[in-house]
């Protein structure tokens, strides 16, 4: 049993799938993949990731406002700890910062995130985090307004080994994705065996990302299985284990997840 921890499923090409969203859930349900989190990402695209998740009982859904969205318009907490109460809601984002792609937004984005941090702590809801270069800041604003208790993940993670440490010691999970097996990701690969296998999480981030050998197509959750495969491999393990504690790891993060 697999879970895809953080995908798109309302960016990701249904072309081969005749445009129908459960058929390529299908695709991915044959292959072992169990649960898909459909992550929200601005105002605009709220109701739509949770509607999906409405429809389907294995997709669960987050609302947040990505780091390179602000722009478009931020939520404030009262928002989010509402949203936050539906049902099919088990956690809050993503969020978080982006230096990389969207430096010139960065008062904004530390605000947003700051909110978002704020709302989790009082709805008792786990943080989905983006962070790409911008690493103090980042642990700064959850050190200063997250929950340990209800803390969260950095999901897709590229940082450093310490970045991973500290964040590990406020309570975050760390999600891996397809960017593991490129083979530009030799020091990501060296974090990757090091992060404590009851802390870990794995997805697609779909339809970005594929991994290897699907890079450059678009991604989507079947492939999370390649990303299992691989960081099995890396550890040693079979990829049943990790594909079961993984999931296991969700639960434990995202108690509102049903399945
Ligand atoms: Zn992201
Ligand atoms: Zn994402």
Known sequence: MLTDSHCHLDRIDLKPYNGDLNAALDAARERGIRQFLCIGVSLENRETVVDIARQYPDVYASVGVHPCDVESGTATVEQLVEWGGAPEVIGLGETGLDYHYAEQTKELQQESFALHLKAGAQAGLPIIVHTREAREDTLALIREHGSTEHAGVLHCFTETWDMASQAL???????????????????????????????????????YLAP???????????YVREVAEFVADLRGMPVEKLAEQTTENFHRLFPKARG
């Open 169 to 207: 010691d406020l309570g975050y999970y760390i999600s891996l994705s397809g960017i593991v097996t490129f083979n530009s990701a030799k020091a990501l690969r060296e974090v990757a065996k090091q992060i404590p296998l009851d802390r870990l999480l794995v997805e697609t981030d779909s339809p």
């Open 212 to 222: 290897v050998p699907h890079r450059g197509k678009s991604n989507e959750p079947q």
